[in-house]
């Protein structure tokens, strides 16, 4: 086992980790922690994947400004930022469901090659330029929609509603 | 050279979807809500960046172009996400979905 | 409009020249069958001498009584109405004159047909406007059918012919690149005819010419404005512009340029003498309105469709105008009865001479624009005679219908205009209308006399001889008959002469009760029993079959109805029991449907792909 794989599989194990972690603790302050460590772990695995620009941008938009967003959403909306959940009960439908699409997933996997390969590394030039030529329009998309979500979520949050 | 299976990182994926799937159907406070759908949307995220790290064409590069937007979607996401948990707040007095039932017939 | 106006000079100065923008909106390869070289069926727009034509009349007019409508209908409460109807109505026009082939032409058809109803039945608490608006509806509907069975035919004779082996395959678009179909190897010239026939069938239903004309009188029910843009300048006009593209494009065979000019001729003559008895100045016009549609089919028939349509196109203006006139006269004093009217000159200057404008431009005096246009449909007529022996009592018709034109139009103006004050002293002092309603009297007015003398300008000229692009004879401009038009235009002062005899200056002619002439006047006024021939038909032969529809209507088809809504009654019930409202429930189904898929995908495909051996 390559050194690679080896740390592959240590933030993979993490990644899960922190994820069920994150939705099984009663606190919610401890939920946000968790899903900080879970954004870094992924961020981490971009750098594996020689994807270090995008590994920053994990970083700086989701371990940064999303956490925090979560984090205001809490404080605004509850009177003791410590405070526990209600334990809710975990039927075995939902469980199922997710067990089953998991089990569907990893099947489906068989369908692949099993070899390694070499992992092919872009230099994010590259990456700059082809983000405003061939794919450009996907960017002007995000722009456009990123203005939609600004005003919905100020029309919803507007004051003096009904 | 870094040399790994693509494999292990597709089953990584489809295990946080599964996390995020049972996320989905047993949280019932809102917040808990969106960070398993961004658990869920993390896993498609990842996908994309393995299949640029392992091109079968030659669109590698446009995989981590599409990765870029992606984030950016889903921090529009989380935006409205919360504006719609200030609102509900607001609304209720709570941020519980289960007293959210306005849609019921 | 002013895309419209432009469109037209851009056509003017670059004469011959067509653009044609389209989508295929159903294509079937070729296959074995009726259509053995495919079939497709296309929408598109199509700019071409004859649209740009149709296209300026529809553009202005409308823009203007959309105008003055504002004034006509201020106090209206179906204003909101009005005016979506009155858009809806536009586009439709707008779009059948630039369709590019004939089942798109049909469908903006029906629609301008169903705005036509709409507005009729405008004033829908009256009885008499529902009923008209119903009257209006089934009789074009008659020419709709033969006109759809008509296309039928059309599209199952060029099945295999036409240009590139298909006409079908091509989607029957109106091709300016190609010979004219007829005559065409390998179709037959009895089925030819027939489709013929069946379209100049549509175009009576919509053009209101007999025997189908009983419904444009009645259709006067609508408001006035109404009456001026769909029922005088542009929907009744869409029957002869269907037959002008038909003929242009299609091309019609002797015998249907017969029936044609038949119904033309007899059509000017028959509609003017029942406008001369009629004591509602908006019917008079109504009926002066399917006369003079009466004198562009014939044009059209004898093989001028451009004279036609030149027709149409002067006679959009000068009869808006006339409709607009009177509109402003009935919103003045609050009743159509001429003979309630009276010396309404002194109150209304401009709109009398609006009116008289109006009037001149009808009856053909020179220079005013109708002169221009009759002249050269009369001309044409008279140069092909030769053509059929039997062209002749029809253009003698027509001809003698021009004394007729001129003479109940100026009595309707002495009627209601001179004289001292009105007949009848309950009605209310008269006033112009707010300048909305004004300005476009004053447009529309001198379209009326300038409109003709457009033949003078080379541009406009070229419109109207490119407009014959693959068939029909080339007319020359302005007519060159100058015995023909000094007896027309002597025949229609004539015709005011006796209108000023018999009713000038507030006289009021009456015919003896014991005149041999009462019976005909009598004849006239009930509009030769054609509508009462009509309701007896119904009665007789349509209503008990309504009935026995009805009964099984009622019983097997409503009650298979009701069945199946008992059914889904009870099911929805049951069903609604799941909509709980909860976020989570619904994302449980969001995921459940997913597995469903994934079950699909991966196992069923799979095993139906192995079991039946797909590809």
Known sequence: MSLEELAFLALALVAIATAAAALLVRELVHTILWIAIFFVDLSAIYFLLDAPFLGVLQLGVYAGAVTILLLFGIMTTR??????????????????????TFVFLVSALGELPPSTSTIATYDPTALSENLFGPNGPWLLLLGLIMLAGVAGAIYLVREGRE | MTELALTGFLGLSAALVGIGIFGILTRRNFILLLISVEIAMNAAILNFVYFAAFPSGTHGLSGQAITVVLIGFAATEVAVGLAIVLALNRLKGTINVARATELKL | MVLGVLIAFGEMLSPGTYTNVQITWLHLPPAPGPFPNGFSLVMGTLVDPISSLMLVVVTVVGFLVMLYSIGYMHSDRGLPRYYAEMSLFLAAMTGLVLANNLLEFF???????VCSYFLIGFYYEKPSAASAAKEAFLVTRIGDVLFLLGIFLYFSTYATAGPDGGWAANGFVFAHNSVPFLPLPGANTTTLTIAGLLILGGAAGKSAQFPLHVWLPDAMEGPTTVSALIHAATMVAAGVYLLAVASVFLGFTPTDQLAIVAVGGFTAFFAATMAVVHPDIKRVIAYSTISQLGYMVLAIGAGFAMVGLYHLFTHAFFKALLFLAAGSVIHAVGTQDLFRMGGLKKHMRLTAAAFAIGGLALAGIPPFAGFWSKDDILASVYSQLGTHPLYWPFFVLAFSAVFLTAYYIFRAWFLAFSGDGPRDPTLPAAHEGPWVMQVPLVVLSAFAVVAGLFVFVPGFQHLLVQGTVLGGIPPTYPATDLALSSISVALGLGGIGLAWTLWGNGRVFSLAETSPVQPLRRLLLNRYYFKAGYDAIGLRAVYPFARATDFVDRFVIDGTVRGLE??????????????????????????????????????????LLGRFGGG
Not at chain 3, 107 to 113: A, N
Request: glycine fraction near 12%.
């Open chain 1, 79 to 100: 009177k003791r930022i410590f405070s526990r959940e209600s334990a809710t009960g975990i039927g075995p439908v939902p469980v199922a469901l997710a067990l089953v």
């Open chain 3, 566 to 607: 008992r059914m889904f009654g009870a099911g929805s019930d049951r069903l609604r029991s799941i909509q709980s409202g909860l976020v989570s429930d619904y994302a449980a189904y969001v995921v459940a449907g997913l597995l469903a898929l994934f079950v699909l995908l991966l196992i069923v495909g799979p095993y």
């Open chain 3, 107 to 113: 469908l903006f058809w029906e629609l301008v047909g």
